[in-house]
């Protein structure tokens, strides 16, 4: 196992230039990538990874607190965000993340990125830490936002999920717009705020749904093809591994009929070196909803964290 101090430092939280834009050629089409910060050779970076449906606007107000220490680098999956559709997966089809992680390990090769630090949030989960096993020589750290794996028999609840994530039918007056808005206002079930920085989640989170109504099923069919793999994955990891939940993820996912908090159990118990801290009052979306709490977090676990 692993430990560092969580007494935390005052951080100002100052910002780095705004994001500069790329794209990865490849066989199913571009992918989209976001850069905060100057890719330096002495750098490590954060290479971030969003949820489903999400984009790298997932991370727009974590990257620019954390990117002066530490570079960050994100990247669309295919159909979401700035990437391409896939072009090659059809109804049926995806692209493997293991496959995802290769192009993105090639890309950095290309950035010049030596050191890195791989960061998924839920479904992303599985191509950072696919990324870490591919590069053990480059990956310093792991960092988890709310991982994800599945029992066998909760994988009916997530082909439920699917089926209701469908497009729903374009109406003249654009209330599908506003029905995108809603669910995303109740998310996993628990209210979202009406302050102005909850609002621009739910606007930022509604984007992101709507560009991606038709191709999500590709990312979460990915997810669901690696869940097999996912320990196995994790047992090859060496590093130290940071494990961020937040605190009303299991209580909603429980009373889902998932099991979070028995499959959070196995998950960490497939984990050599790993510390696990829950982000109070949140639920997803914690990199952007509760950014300034989590950057502090991630900053001493890569300053200080220790073998024991």
């Known amino acids: 196992s692993c430990k560092f101090s969580h007494s935390m430092r005052t951080f100002l939280l100052p910002t780095c230039v705004a994001a500069l834009r790329g794209f990865v050629d490849t066989p199913e ?4 990538y976001r850069v905060w910060g100057d890719l330096h050779e002495n750098a490590t970076a954060l290479v971030m990874f969003h ?13 620019p607190m954390v990117c002066r220490e530490h570079p960050v680098v994100s990247f669309d999956f295919y159909g979401q965000g700035h990437s391409d559709d896939c072009g090659s997966c059809g109804d049926n089809g995806t692209v493997a993340l293991e496959k995802f992680a290769g192009y993105v390990g090639q890309e950095l090769g290309r ?33 988890l936002g709310n991982p994800i794996w599945y029992f066998p028999e909760v994988e009916k609840h997530v082909a439920a999920y699917m089926a209701m994530t469908q497009h729903p039918p374009l109406a003249a007056n654009g209330s599908h717009v506003l029905d995108a808005w809603t669910n995303f206002n109740m998310d ?4 979202a705020g009406t302050d102005s920085a909850s609002l621009e989640l739910t606007e930022s ?21 690696h869940n097999p793999r996912m320990l196995h994955a994790l047992r090859q990891i060496k590093v130290p591994v940071l494990v961020l ?3 009303e993820f299991f209580p909603v996912y429980d009373a889902a ?20 801290t829950v982000i109070p009052d949140a639920f997803e979306g914690f990199f952007w909803a509760n950014a300034s ?13 220790q073998l024991v």
Do not use: C
């Open 29 to 32: 089409g571009q992918i989209h």
């Open 51 to 63: 949820g489903n449906p999400r984009s790298t606007a997932e991370f727009e107000r974590f990257a």
């Open 111 to 143: 950035l010049g990125v030596d050191r890195f630090v791989p960061v998924g949030q839920a479904s992303g989960t599985g191509v950072a830490v696919e990324l870490a096993v591919r590069y053990p020589r480059s990956v310093t750290h792991l960092v």
């Open 188 to 191: 996993g079930h628990v209210p």
């Open 205 to 225: 989170k509604t984007v992101d749904r709507l560009r991606a109504f038709w191709t999500q099923h590709w990312y979460m069919r990915a997810y669901l093809q």
């Open 245 to 247: 939940y937040a605190s």
């Open 257 to 276: 009929g998932m099991n979070a908090t028995q499959q959070r159990h196995v998950l960490l118990g497939a984990l050599s070196r790993k510390v696990e």
């Open 293 to 305: 709490y989590v950057v502090p977090i991630v900053s001493k676990f890569l300053e200080d964290v």
